[in-house]
């Protein structure tokens, strides 16, 4: 989904609305740490990353309230409503389809949102930013071998993408304890994409990783919420 999309759909909720969904986004960006979208450019990414680590925006603390799932499902309904207007007279639209997946990603309703990526999917498998942020969305829902699997069936399209790369390594660490296959699966995405912005971050992952190089593959860490 294009940040120009994005920008149209957050127009059609309330200002009020729009603030408190970014703030609970960027609340889970921080817990989650390092993933991407599957869509995003490098620079987006990077710029992504050290917009979460800001301060001055809404906290945990009390600067800004915390919508409830049922608050943040009803955002999402809403936001979604015009593209599933469209989706009934169009119903094999694949970018449609991955455009109402990436309103229930961003609100953090995976369940929903792997169900509208498998349709786009369905007709447009080789969309690797789809599949890529499906997989982010497996991962989400604890379930770090679909996620690892649907990364692999994406690197079969695009072996180079820097995103499922980068999003794989952090699957293989945090969901497997497999400290070799992380850490040579961020080394590829450094080799394949020599001008890559965010290679001080995925440099960092490799150090951190490195660090649990004693724990027994297989230890799953279950994902944070």
Known sequence: MTDTNRTNAIEQWTTVQAYVLAVICLLVGIAAGWFIRGSQSPAAAV????SASAPGMGNANG?????????????????????????????????????IGDIYYDAHLFPTSIDYYQ??????????????DMATAYWYSGNP?????????SLTYEPNKASTLFNMGIVEWQGKMDISKAVATWQKLLDTNPNYE?????????AQAQKHSGVKPGTTAKPLQ
Do not use: H, Y
């Open 198 to 206: 965010g290679k001080d971050k995925v440099e960092e992952l490799i």
């Open 47 to 50: 710029a992504q990353t050290a």
């Open 145 to 153: 071998d679909a996620a690892i699997e649907e990364f692999q069936k």
């Open 119 to 132: 349709r786009s999917l369905k007709l447009e498998p080789a969309n690797t930013g789809a599949r890529t």
């Open 63 to 99: 600067d800004a309230p915390v919508p409830t799932p049922a608050q943040m499902q009803q955002m999402a309904d809403t936001q979604a409503a015009p593209l599933l207007e469209k989706l009934k007279a169009d119903p094999n639209n694949p970018k449609l389809l991955e455009n």
